[in-house]
Nanobody
């Protein structure tokens, strides 16, 4: 069993930065960030596995950075150059078991077992 507790988020002006955190208890194969905006679809933003491999959605490449501090069992998402379209509820997620070809399935929310409570990011122009 993995518990995920999120912190960070808030309101920021376009062009600003934020860092989201997700404290995890228990082990997982990979952890990811998703977001859910006005369309109500949950979009995969970024993922990192235990080997440190990372993948990003095209819409955030170059602006978002996912990282993890293994000593603190904490996942981070550094968000720079924020845009209004980044406004969403952000969720961290974890998958307990290994699966091959992370690049092929990481952005599908159905592949994750555990979820954080969500944190709102609002970007104003």
């Amino acid at each position: 069993q993995v518990q995920l507790v999120q912190s960070g988020g808030g309101s920021v002006q376009a062009g600003g930065s934020l860092r989201l955190s997700c404290a995890a208890s228990g082990r997982s194969y990979c952890m990811a960030w998703f977001r859910q905006g006005p369309s109500n679809e949950r979009e995969g933003v970024a993922v990192i596995d235990t080997a440190g491999n990372t993948f990003y959605a095209d819409s955030v490449k170059g602006r978002f950075t996912i990282s993890q501090d293994n000593a603190k069992s904490t996942l981070y998402l550094q968000i720079n150059s924020l845009k209004s379209e980044d406004t969403a509820m952000y969720y961290c997620a974890a998958r307990g078991s290994y699966a091959r070809y992370l690049v092929a399935w990481w952005s599908d929310e159905r592949n994750y077992d555990y979820w954080g409570q969500g944190t709102q990011v609002t970007v104003s122009s």
